[in-house]
């Protein structure tokens, strides 16, 4: 069974912020070396930086309310919040969380002079030289009983699962997992293994003139959001849901070019498989994300 393909064209309607491409979000990333010099003690300042960040937990708290969600659907250009509840309705106290839609709580808090230079939060950044950042995926996890709704006090833990630098014909590339736990009344909700956005999504000059590339890049996040999206538009029955997304970043897409975002259960090996996989292709159809879901029953 093959999900239909929807085509997107993601709008940049300035040159500096207002690219139609999601809020600032945090996802699993990769630094690109460069080698300044011969004196840098690249070992002493990984390991040093390593210890520090694997050390550290962040807890932070927010209440999931209606606006935010009837907001992120509305830009998403969504009839629906879920189910038959209509996005021009405020959704009422105990309405469900869509997957991935908790990226419009828990925003960062720290002043812009405090962001790194591209625009990220100092907080898991790691030291110079490791200054060039990328999202290369991450993973999501759901509990099939107790999903964030609308009204609920929600917590959210961030931690480091793990820090790994792999070489690459452009320097060594350092990775960082962050794994967010969020939980709310009634315990755990959901896990999100993440990293961190950057200026390449809404800085028009400093993506030409610093990162060299041909325009915006459209939020890894947003393209992984839609592919969700079409994911729960496409389950098989009402008792289906989400258990688990594993995402993985292949190529950029860029702001004003369209692109699809399609899926396919995977019956190569089971024919009542619940795995299906989803990709995202760019205008020249090559793919820009893949991933996977995993479904089970309520």
Not at 69 to 87: G, H, N, P, V
């Amino acid at each position: 069974m093959n999900l239909c393909a929807l085509r997107f064209r993601i709008i940049c309607r300035s040159r500096i912020s207002q690219c139609l491409v999601g809020s600032q979000q945090i996802r699993t990333f990769s630094n690109t070396l460069k080698r300044k010099g011969e004196n840098v003690d690249i070992k002493e300042l990984f390991n040093d930086w390593k210890a520090k960040v694997s050390q550290d937990v962040d807890t932070s708290v927010d209440t999931i309310t209606a606006t935010p969600l009837q907001l992120f659907t509305i830009s998403l250009r969504r009839k629906y919040i879920i189910d038959d509840l209509l996005a021009t309705q405020v959704p009422p106290k105990g309405t469900q969380i869509p997957p991935n839609y908790h990226l419009a709580y828990f925003p960062p808090k720290a002043y812009e002079n405090e962001l790194e230079s591209d625009g990220t939060e100092s907080r898991y950044a790691p030291p110079p030289p490791f200054s060039r950042r990328m999202w290369a995926g991450g993973e999501l996890s759901f509990s099939a009983n107790n999903p964030l709704r609308v009204g609920q006090q929600v917590s959210m833990s961030t931690k480091c699962r793990e820090v790994k630098v792999k070489p690459s014909p452009r320097g060594e590339n350092l990775f960082l997992w962050l794994d967010r736990d969020i939980s709310n009344e009634l315990g755990w909700s959901m896990r999100e293994a993440r990293c961190i956005v950057h200026r390449i999504h809404y800085d028009h000059s400093y993506v030409i003139q610093t990162e060299k590339f041909p325009g915006c890049l459209v939020h890894g996040p947003l393209t992984l959001t839609l592919l969700l999206d079409l994911m729960r538009d496409n389950l098989p029955n009402k008792t289906s849901f989400i258990k688990s997304f594993t995402h993985r970043a292949v190529s950029p897409l860029f702001v004003d070019e369209e692109f699809k975002v399609c899926g396919k259960r995977n019956e190569s090996d089971d024919p009542i498989s619940n795995s299906y996989e989803l990709w995202a292709e760019n205008k020249h159809g090559g793919v820009a994300m893949k991933a996977t879901a995993i479904l089970d029953n309520i």
